[in-house]
Every structure is written in C-alpha cells, then in structure tokens.
C-alpha cells in the first residue's frame, strides 16, 4: 500500500475485465515488488484518481474544398447530422 494509507481501510471483493496482457505485466509487476496484485491494482487506481481532471480543449480542425458546415447543419444534433448525409 502506498504511504500514508489509513490502515483500517476495507476492502471489497470485485470483478473486473483486463487485458490479457496487461494482466500479465501487473502480476509479473507484483510478484517483483513482492506486492500482491490487489495491493498493485489499488495504488495503480489511487494514481489515476488522484490526478487533476483533464480540461476538454477546443479543436479547430481544417476543412478542404468547401466553405464549412452547410447552413443549417448543427454537428451536436447527430439526428438531423445523419438525415443530411442520407440526403446527399
């Protein structure tokens, strides 16, 4: 367990789907450090939360031979997106 863990903490029995080879890099990972895999899974998961939320940026991505998005067309409305490309 990482430092500082509060000792009486609770676990709970779970399944989960891994890779196939990302399990055997865990166990292997595990069996070195001398951990067990559960031990190894909890940190792996408390480093992962424990980052900042990512922040969404905007991407401008460039269009060919056109002047843009046709008038009327909204790209959020995925409805009326796939009613225009059945048009054409």
């Known amino acids: 367990m990482m430092q500082g ?3 009486k903490m609770h676990a709970m029995r ?6 196939d080879r990302l399990l055997k890099q865990a166990k292997l990972a595990a069996t ?3 951990r067990s895999l559960s031990d190894l899974v909890d940190d792996g998961l408390r480093l992962v939360l424990a980052r ?5 940026t ?3 991505l460039p269009t ?3 002047s843009g998005v046709r008038p009327g067309v909204d ?3 995925k409805a ?3 009613d225009v490309l059945d048009e054409a």
């Open 75 to 77: 790209l959020d409305d």
């Open 14 to 19: 779970t399944t989960v789907t891994i890779d």
């Open 52 to 56: 900042p939320p990512s922040v969404a």
């Open 58 to 60: 905007d991407i401008d």
């Open 32 to 34: 070195r450090s001398g």
């Open 80 to 82: 009326a997106l796939l």
């Open 5 to 7: 863990d509060d000792a």
């Open 64 to 66: 060919f031979g056109g």
